[in-house]
């Protein structure tokens, strides 16, 4: 059992140094989803700021970016969805799976290192995004605690996620359809409370946005760095990540059987 264990683990590191060593070749590729939160933050923030945050508290820019910043974090970590949709599909549709099939390798090994070098991607994005709202103002009154919490936050939304990627891109025959699969996933932010509270919007719309899965994490996010509290989303928010994880890993795990039983 532990020798099993054991080769499982060093054959998923094998796949992800292979998938870091992609990433570090084509880095476009890998900071790409990063560019659009990044071009959402200075659009939102210098064109519509100034009239949103006077509707939101009446703050004004200043606090419009305290307030979006959150919410594109999270976006962040959405728009890594297609990337990984697109690097398993191409996995699968270029040949490269079929010469894993007949390597002495577990099964497990190449989804896992794609999963880790998803979120690896993801969170080295988030890092760049957070780093241009510092830049054009945005400030924490978050402690070292919650800050690190805010991280183990976005670690498990980034998980959760590319375990659903995963799926998808095993779903796709060809890489223009993994790289369209994912959209619902990038496009599901802007409708929560990411841009605008989810108490303004329209009665329909406002339902959705209070129960779909982020917007209790874009608030849980937004506490954390405004050093607030943030009441049960937390918990919300982590049982959301749990419940998008299982789902996607046993997917996952059952496109890939089918596959590999080829």
Not at 95 to 119: E, K, L, P, Q
Request: aromatic share 10%; net charge positive; proline share 4%.
């Amino acid at each position: 059992m532990s020798s099993t264990l054991a080769l499982s683990v060093h054959d998923s590191m094998t796949m992800l140094r292979r998938n870091l060593k992609h990433a570090a070749r084509y880095p476009a590729v890998s900071l790409g989803p990063a560019m659009t939160p990044i071009l959402m933050l200075l659009l939102f923030v210098y064109a519509f700021g100034g009239s949103i945050g006077a509707g939101i508290g009446g703050g004004g820019r200043d606090a419009y970016l305290a307030y979006l910043t959150p919410g594109i974090v999270v976006m962040g970590v959405a728009a890594g969805a297609m990337s990984t949709s697109i690097a398993v599909c191409s996995d699968m549709t270029g040949g490269i799976i079929n010469r894993f099939r007949t390597m002495n390798i577990t099964r497990s090994s190449f989804m896992t290192g794609h999963v880790i070098g998803s979120v690896i991607q993801t969170m080295t994005g988030l890092v760049l995004v957070i780093g241009v709202a510092l830049a054009v103002g945005f400030r924490s009154d978050a402690s070292a605690l919650e800050w690190l919490a805010a991280f183990g936050l976005l670690t498990a939304i980034a998980f959760a996620v590319t375990w659903l990627s995963v799926a998808l891109g095993l779903i796709s025959k060809t890489v223009e359809s993994a790289s369209n699969k994912p959209l619902l996933i990038q496009f599901l932010p802007f409708l929560g409370s990411a841009f605008v509270p989810a108490d303004s919007m329209a009665p329909g719309l406002r339902l959705f946005a209070e129960y779909q899965p982020f917007t209790p994490m874009t608030e849980t996010l937004r506490g954390l760095l405004s050093g607030s509290a943030i009441g049960s989303s937390g918990w919300v928010s982590l049982a959301w990540c749990a419940g998008i994880g299982v789902v996607g890993y046993a997917w996952s795990r059952r496109l890939f059987g089918r596959t590999a039983r080829r």
